[in-house]
């Protein structure tokens, strides 16, 4: 299994951006998928989570700004990111758990500008 993230970059506060995870190996469809970030200088946390059947889960810093999504068909997970903050600045890196087997893709960089 090989994930592939995109869609980062630089954006103004308030602006938006939505991340893509594509996902490689034949799973996708019945594998959880999630998404996380890392500051500098800060540990790795959870953004939002998707089961395979579509049940999502939020961190409560994101809840009414983010939206976790997939598209089976395509194999692709995404983070719908509105209302940006500064804060939301980092490293943004996609999970996919199958079983008791956990992926993780490259990550790519979101940078908040105030």
């Known amino acids: 299994v090989q994930l592939q993230a995109s869609g980062g970059g630089l954006v103004q506060a308030g602006g938006s951006l939505r991340l893509s995870c594509t996902a490689s190996?034949?799973?996708?469809?019945?594998?959880?998928m999630g998404w996380y970030r890392q500051a500098p200088g800060n540990q790795r946390e959870l953004v939002a989570t998707?089961?395979?059947?579509?049940?999502?889960n939020y961190a409560d810093f994101v809840k009414g700004r983010f939206t976790i999504s997939r598209d089976n068909a395509v194999d692709t997970a995404y983070l719908q990111m509105n209302s940006l903050k500064p804060e939301d600045t980092a490293v943004y890196y996609c999970n996919l758990v199958l079983r008791t087997a956990i992926y993780w893709g490259q990550g790519t960089q979101v940078t908040v500008s105030s």
């Open positions: 190996g034949n799973v996708f469809s019945i594998s959880a």
């Open positions: 998707i089961t395979s059947g579509g049940v999502t």
